[in-house]
C-alpha cells in the first residue's frame, strides 16, 4: 500500500534527521562552520539561509553636559544628536535546485533533496581540507571532533527513549511477571523462540506468534500450559495461533525433549502494560540499555559465527525487508510502530558506532589513532580506507536488497497493486 511506503519513508527520515542533528548542534556549538543541513538525498528542491549582512543606521545618541549658573548650583542638559553606526542583519534566501551558493557571509543552507530517505550535515573540514581555517571540523581539538562524531549516535539513542517512554505512557506490549509495575491489560502468551528441529518448527510456528488457545482451551498463565502439556504427551494437539491479525490452525506433537515436555517453543506472558509519566520514562531509558545489551550480545555471535565458520543464524533485513516489517507494525497499531522504530533507531546508532570505515566509528578510530601517534594521519589514506569502507557497505546494501525482493516479492507485488489501483 502507498501508505506502507509513506510510513517507511516518514519513520527512516526521522532517525536520519535525528542523527543528522545531533552532528550538526555539536559542530555549531564547537564553532564549526557547517554549509549544508539536508533532510533526503541530492539533488536539492528547495534551500533556505540566512546570511549576514552589515548597514549604516543613524541612531539617536544622548550627551549629558553641565553648564554651571552660579558657583554653587549648576544645570544638566541633554544633548540629542544623530550617529551613524554599523548594524548586523541577517536576509533571508530561498535557494531552488542545485544553485550554488551566493552572498557574502552566508549561513548554513537548510535543504529538502529530491530522493526522500536519510539526510546530511555537510561540514567546513570534515574531509580533512581547511585545517588553518578556525571554523573547519578539522581544525578542532581531537576531543571536540569526537564529540561532534558521537553526537549522531547519542541522539539515536535518545529518540529510542523518547519513542519507548512515549510507548510505556500509551500502554506497550512488554513480558511480564509479579514484579511489572504499571497497569496490565491484555494478557497473552506470546512465542519468543521456535527450537529447531522440534515441532513448532516443523509446522512452521514463529517467533512472535500469539497461542490464542490449545484444544479450544484459553491460557494466560504458562504453568497452566505447561500442565497441560505434562498430560498430553507423544499426543497431537490443535494449537490455535494469532500471526499479524490473522488466526491459524495447526495440529503438532507434543514431545518430551531434555527433561521437558512441550512443542519446543520459549514462551513468555506478555500484555499491555501502561506506566504513570515518569515511571514511563524510568521505564524507556532502562529498556533502552537492556536493548542495547542484548544487539550488541546478537552482533557479538554473528561476528564470532563468521570467523568460526558456524552458521549466522540471524537474518538481515534491508531497504526493502524494512519497509515490509514498517509496514505490518504499522497494521498492528501505534505503540507496535513506536517500538519498532525504537528497535531501528537504536540498531542504527549501534551499527554507527561499530569501527568500519565510512561509518562514525572508523572516524572514531583515525582519531584514536592520530592521538597515539601523535600527530595527523595521512588525509589520502584515510579518505581511500572511507571511499573503499563505503563501496563495501553499498554492495552489502544491494546483495541484502536483492535477498529481501526474493523473500518479500508476492508483499511487493502487493504494495505496487495497490499503488496502481489492480
Not at 549561513?107 to 580533512?128: C, D, H, K, R
Not at 500442565?227 to 494449537?239: C, E, L, M, T
Not at 499479524?244 to 527433561?259: A, M
Not at 498492528?332 to 525504537?342: E, I, K, R
Request: net charge neutral.
Amino acid at each position: 500500500m502507498l501508505i506502507t511506503i509513506i510510513i517507511f519513508v516518514v519513520v527512516l527520515s526521522l532517525m536520519v534527521f535525528v542523527h543528522e542533528l545531533g552532528h550538526f548542534t555539536m559542530a555549531r556549538k564547537f564553532k564549526v562552520r557547517v554549509d549544508e543541513f539536508g533532510l533526503g538525498l541530492p539533488p536539492r528542491m528547495l534551500g533556505l539561509r540566512w546570511n549576514k549582512q552589515e548597514r549604516l543606521e543613524k541612531i539617536a545618541e544622548k550627551e549629558e553636559i553641565t553648564v554651571s549658573v552660579s558657583e554653587t548650583e549648576s544645570v544638566i542638559t541633554d544633548k540629542i544628536q544623530e550617529v551613524d553606526q554599523l548594524v548586523e542583519t541577517k536576509k533571508r534566501e530561498w535557494i531552488w535546485g542545485n544553485k550554488k551558493n551566493s552572498g557574502e557571509g552566508g549561513g548554513t543552507i537548510y535543504s529538502l533533496n529530491w530522493i526522500p530517505v536519510g539526510g546530511f550535515v555537510t561540514m567546513v573540514g570534515e574531509n580533512g581540507g581547511n585545517a588553518n581555517n578556525p571554523e573547519s571540523f578539522s581544525s578542532k581539538k581531537i576531543w571536540q571532533r569526537a564529540v561532534i562524531l558521537v553526537a549522531g549516535v547519542t541522539m539515536n539513542m535518545i529518540l529510542c527513549m523518547i519513542l519507548l517512554s512515549l510507548g510505556f505512557f500509551i500502554g506497550m506490549p512488554q513480558v511480564v511477571g509479579p514484579e511489572t509495575k504499571g497497569n496490565v491489560t491484555e494478557t497473552k502468551i506470546q512465542v519468543l523462540e521456535v527450537v529447531k528441529d522440534l515441532p513448532a518448527a516443523q509446522y512452521v510456528i514463529q517467533a512472535g506468534d500469539a497461542l490464542v488457545s490449545i484444544d479450544n482451551q484459553s491460557y494466560k498463565i504458562i504453568d497452566d500450559l505447561r500442565s497441560y502439556f505434562a498430560v498430553r504427551k507423544d499426543q497431537s494437539v490443535a494449537i490455535k495461533i494469532k500471526r499479524n491479525n490473522e488466526e491459524l490452525e495447526k495440529q503438532v506433537l507434543v514431545k518430551e525433549f531434555e527433561g521437558n515436555v512441550g512443542i519446543g517453543v520459549g514462551l513468555a506472558e506478555v500484555a499491555i502494560v501502561k506506566y504513570p509519566f515518569f515511571l514511563a520514562i524510568y521505564e524507556g531509558v532502562k529498556t533502552t540499555f537492556v536493548w542495547i545489551g542484548l544487539i550488541v550480545a546478537a552482533f557479538a555471535t554473528v561476528l564470532k559465527n563468521l570467523i568460526v565458520g558456524d552458521p549466522i543464524g540471524a537474518e538481515v533485513a534491508g531497504p526493502v525487508g524494512i519497509a515490509v516489517l514498517t509496514g505490518q507494525a504499522a497494521r498492528m497499531g501505534l505503540v507496535y510502530l513506536l517500538q519498532f522504530t525504537a528497535l531501528l533507531s537504536l540498531n542504527l546508532a549501534i551499527i554507527n558506532i561499530i569501527p568500519f570505515p565510512a561509518l562514525d566509528g572508523g572516524r572514531l578510530l583515525f582519531l584514536l589513532i592520530e592521538k597515539i601517534r601523535g600527530k595527523v594521519m595521512d588525509q589520502r589514506w584515510e579518505n581511500t580506507a572511507n571511499n573503499v569502507g563505503f563501496m563495501l557497505l553499498m554492495h552489502l546494501i544491494i546483495l541484502v536488497t536483492f535477498k529481501d525482493v526474493w523473500k518479500y516479492g508476492g508483499a511487493l507485488v502487493n504494495v505496487f497493486r495497490g499503488m496502481v489501483g489492480i
